[in-house]
């Protein structure tokens, strides 16, 4: 993503300055060699050699690319979905986090020199959505915050990006603290209107799900989790990763993975028996993958059929076929 496509400019602010001022040490007191190995701000409290040099804007937008560098190497070495070993799952894992530490210490140096600009904004963005993307929520909690204050900002105004950045934190707090939604709503009562207006797709969107979350309607939670549903445009296939969308398709995933795990629950509790037939009358079949979110169309999302389903739980212990009954299972209760 890039700063000019994803954000408006935020101009200063009182309080918020964009200038560089004297105490900041030159670009060139960084060469590009030694980004591996450059000082954090908070840790050198300026006494390192090169301390502050990430207070440098120049230095910052040299250590960003040399970051995107770094992020390249885990997009061509460790595509999403194939088959790992043990081996490549662990240097993946150790890719990512190390990625996100340096997103973490470019992000000091930003906040210790006051820059607010195009620039700030697509960094703080960006460390959103790659800490969903590698799972990691520990480096998500620090972002929401300093991104929810620039959008306080008074020189800050809606840009393009704006509603996928509101839904990315929302989904997130659904999926933190479910099935709770203290803290969706608490955020979604901070939110500035103008972010994400009353009638507009993406608020009545969040809010239907959001509800039918509460009422464990799991068919409705299955439909509106759809990729034809969601409030935002598909991406096209030949298009550049889009890491906002992806991380939206990423949390709605793993959402509908919640929600399925607790319908589930629901069912072998209630149920003796679940029938697979195809019943045109009943329609029970169908009704059991809808309400356990088996056939999803979000790009890259877990998809199974039923009996792969019920095949699968029967080796866990949740069910067993029904001896002389075609299609239908013995739910063995939950302890």
Avoid at 147 to 173: A, D
Avoid at 240 to 251: E, F, T, V
Avoid at 271 to 283: F, G, I, K, M, N
């Amino acid at each position: 993503m890039s700063g000019n496509a994803n954000w408006r400019k935020a101009e200063s602010s009182p309080g918020v300055r964009g200038t560089r001022t004297k105490a900041q040490p030159t670009a060139s007191a960084v060469p590009q060699r030694k980004m591996e190995h450059i000082a954090s701000v908070s840790r050198s409290s300026g006494l390192e050699k090169d301390g502050d040099a990430l207070k440098n804007f120049e230095v910052q937008n040299e250590y960003r690319e040399f970051i995107q560098g770094k992020l390249n190497n885990i997009w061509e070495k460790y595509p999403r979905h194939s088959t790992e070993s043990e081996t490549q799952t662990r240097q993946r894992l150790d890719a990512q986090e190390n990625v996100l530490i340096l997103f973490r210490k470019l992000r000091e140096g930003i906040i210790s020199s006051q820059r607010v600009d195009q620039f700030t904004l697509e960094v703080y963005e960006t460390s959103l959505c790659l800490a969903v993307l590698f799972d990691s929520p520990r480096h998500i909690s620090p972002v929401i915050p300093a991104l929810m204050t620039y959008f306080h900002l008074p020189s800050t105004e809606p840009h393009s990006n704006c509603v996928e950045t509101v839904l990315i934190c929302l989904l997130h707090h659904l999926v933190a603290a479910y099935p709770s939604q203290r803290e969706f709503h608490a955020f979604l009562a901070s939110m500035p209107k103008a972010f994400l207006p009353d009638g507009s797709l993406a608020r009545v969107w969040i809010t239907s799900l959001a509800g039918y979350i509460r009422a464990r309607n799991y068919a409705k939670i299955d439909k509106s989790t759809q990729i034809s549903a969601l409030p935002v445009a598909a991406v096209p296939k030949e298009s550049k990763p889009d890491l906002s969308r992806q991380a939206i398709y990423h949390l709605v995933d793993f959402l509908r993975n919640k929600t399925r795990e607790m319908a589930w629950e629901v069912m072998r509790s209630a149920y003796r028996e679940l029938s697979c037939q195809v019943d045109p009358q009943l329609d029970t079949r169908a009704w059991l993958e809808r309400s356990l979110g088996l056939l999803g169309s979000i790009p890259g999302q877990y998809n199974i059929s039923l009996d792969e389903w019920l095949n699968r739980e029967s080796g866990l212990g949740h069910v067993r076929r029904k001896d002389g009954v075609e299609g239908r299972w013995i739910v063995c209760k939950p302890r």
